[in-house]
Structure formats: C-alpha cells, structure tokens
C-alpha cells in the first residue's frame, strides 16, 4: 500500500496507528478538522469527513483508507447522523469516485454492545445489539461497508474496537484492552491481506482476562495480539477493587453505555 488515507487521524487511536504504520515506501495522508503536522512518509489534509468534495479529492491515487474520522461517543441523534452516520457514506462514496479498492473501517464493540455476558465470546458477523446511538451508526457504517462490498466489489474491513488506550484504566478493561501495539498489529494485518473482501473483525488484545469476543476472523487476516492487560491488573484492581461478577458493568459487551444514564431523555 503505497498511499493510505487516515481519517481522524488527530484523534487517539489515529495518533496511536501513525509511527506503526509507517513503512519505507508508504504514504500516511492525515486527515482531520484539526490541524496536523506531518512528518517523514506522511501528508496533512485539512477537511471534515462529512465534505464529500474535499474527501474525494484526498482519495485521490490513494491505494486504502482507514475510516476513524467521526464522534468517538455518545451524542444527540442530529450530530450522530450528520457526522458518524453522513460521515461515513461520504467515505465510502468518495472511495468509490476515485477508485479506492479497500477500506477499513473503525466500528465498535458498541454496535452489538447489548450482547450478554452469557453470550460471550460474541461471535465476528453478531447480528447488530447496539446500546446508543453512536452504537447504532457503527452498525450503520457495517451495512454501508457491505452495500459498497457488494454493489461495488470494494474490500471493506468492519474493525469492532474495544478499549484502545495506553493502558486499561478500570477493571472491565483489563478484559476488553487493545495495546497500541496490537492495534498496529491490527491494521497493518487488514491493509496486507490478500483480497479479504467484506470482514467483520473484533480488536482487541490476548488479555488473560478476556474471551469476551472471538479472534477468528482477525487472526485468519494475519492479527496475532502480544500484550496483555493483565501486567497492570495489580494497579487497576489497586485503585478499583476486585472485580465485583454482579456489578451491571460487567454485564454486557458495552458496559457503562448500557446502563440507564444513556437514556434518551423524556418528554416531561
């Protein structure tokens, strides 16, 4: 892949995939709302995803594109459909206008948040259980990856994330972390692959604490996850407490975005 086009590249996992994924050879072309500097093998671009314009013309000669652009939690439904759901079919559209043949998408673990703990480890193609409605347009952008698979023969990669961060932080991380690391590992398997057509991949690392989620999809692209959450289980635990089975964080694959704070609001 000699140029790759990173939208939301100045977001966190953005800044974590820029120096895993360079490669002699290769292009990163950065894109954001937010001003960027780039560096050796990369490219700035200054556009919001929703300007299809402005991102059919980044896709320009461009070989693959990692879609993270867009609101990275909950929000009210108007923003969520503007920029996450809008957003991303103008991706995809613009993809399509300049030839792109892959892209990789930045779905979540919310899009089937409300799958039960007693039906881990939730299975790669799960039927959509999203638990907000920015879990409802990660399942939207999975179906516009597959209307661009189909009517377009596009390779599309729908990446399920969980907890990507530089360390976990609570005691339900220490089950659902993706290390810095392995999220490289992650895409540089998903942008090699040979032809991988329509893939539905959770990411996410080989934590001892985990089998929340199933790693066959990701691991028959080349994914084999390194770390494990559990070298800073002593600190977590420290600071939180034991895990408690019966807390109503643990009992979903989304965790605190199914609990009643995320309701919409009622009428009065």
């Not at 929000?75 to 995809?92: D, H, K, L, M, S």
Request: net charge neutral; proline share 7%.
């Amino acid at each position: 892949m000699s140029i790759v086009l990173v939208t939301g590249a100045a977001g966190r996992v953005g800044a974590m995939l820029r120096p895993r994924l360079a490669r002699p050879g290769r292009t990163l072309r950065l894109l954001d709302v937010l001003p960027l500097t780039p560096g050796a093998g990369e490219e700035a671009v200054l556009a919001s995803v929703t300007d299809l314009a402005a991102l059919t013309r980044a896709c320009s000669r461009v070989d693959a594109v990692i879609h993270l652009g867009g609101l990275s939690g909950e929000a009210p439904w108007n923003r969520i459909a503007e920029v996450n759901i809008g957003g991303t079919y103008v991706v995809f559209e613009a993809a399509r206008r300049a030839g792109v043949s892959r892209v990789l998408y930045a779905s979540s673990n919310h899009a089937v948040g409300f799958t039960p703990a007693s039906s881990f480890p939730v299975p790669d193609y799960a039927f959509p259980a999203p638990d907000t409605y920015y879990g409802v347009s990660k399942a939207a952008g999975e179906a516009l990856a597959a209307l661009y698979h189909h009517r377009y023969r596009m390779d599309v990669i729908c990446l399920r994330i969980l907890t990507c961060t530089q360390r976990p932080r609570t005691v339900r991380a220490l089950s659902t972390w993706l290390s810095p690391d392995d999220a490289g590992r992650l895409f540089e398997a998903c942008l090699t692959a040979d032809k991988p057509g329509l893939r539905v991949v959770y990411g996410v690392s080989r934590n001892t604490r985990g089998g929340w989620v199933s790693l066959g999809e990701a691991r028959a692209l080349g994914y084999e996850p390194r770390d494990d959450a559990e070298r800073f289980a002593a600190d977590v635990i420290a600071e939180h407490g034991q895990p408690d089975p019966d807390d109503p964080v643990l009992a979903y694959l989304g965790g605190e975005f199914c609990l009643p704070a995320f309701d919409a609001d009622r009428p009065s």
